[in-house]
């Protein structure tokens, strides 16, 4: 049986306490990219009791997404804004979800992001990766971005990191991997960057900055 939205609240309030919780539930979170990174920045953001969640992302989940992303067999063919939300309502039946089934671009980026207090970068792509950060750190100046560069391979996964590159800006991942150069993504590390980027989110709602 589905909790009430109170005892959810309830929940979070125990596990976080009020201040905090009151925080991370008035929060709008932008997720932009719903692959591995997003599909698991999201989950971990639903859980951890965030507000507001924005999924922008225009493409379908394929089979070749399944070893990494948190999709599920029976989502194959469906939009990943879609399915993400369908896993996100079991998860995080209270959660506020806003989807955006269109690519993001130089030209709608202010428009899409005006109302959002963090974007998290989960992109495949290096020239959208900075197109969306320099677009947010030149054109929304109350916004943060969680930006992510580096964990493919099987390299260790205590090489990857956050660091703050620049005030509102945070860059999660080991920083040298890439894709073409190894065996490609793997779970594991996909996953741990991108819990990486979730708590950096966390961290910023706390005060908890990085130095």
Known sequence: MIPS?????????????????K???????????????????????ARAGIGKLFLIDYDR??????????????QIGCYKTEALT???QEIAPYTE???????????????ILKDV??????????ESKAMLVNGVLEQLPECCIVAASGMAGMATPNTIKTRKIMERFYLCGDEVSDVSSSIGLVAPR???CAAHQAQTVLRI?????EV
């Open 205 to 209: 709602l706390a005060g908890e900055y």
């Open 86 to 88: 369908e896993i996100l």
């Open 117 to 126: 207090d963090i974007v998290c970068e989960a992109f495949d792509n290096a």
């Open 23 to 45: 925080r991370f539930s008035s929060a709008t979170v932008a997720i932009c990219g719903l692959g591995g990174l997003g599909s698991n920045i999201a989950i971990a953001l």
């Open 61 to 74: 989940v394929d089979i070749t997404n399944l070893h990494r992303q948190q999709y599920k067999a029976n």
């Open 5 to 21: 939205k109170s005892e959810w609240v309830d929940a979070l309030i125990a596990r976080h306490g009020i201040e905090l919780q």
């Open 97 to 111: 979800i806003k989807t955006m089934t269109e690519k993001i671009a130089e030209d709608n980026l202010v428009d």
């Open 190 to 192: 996909v996953m741990l």
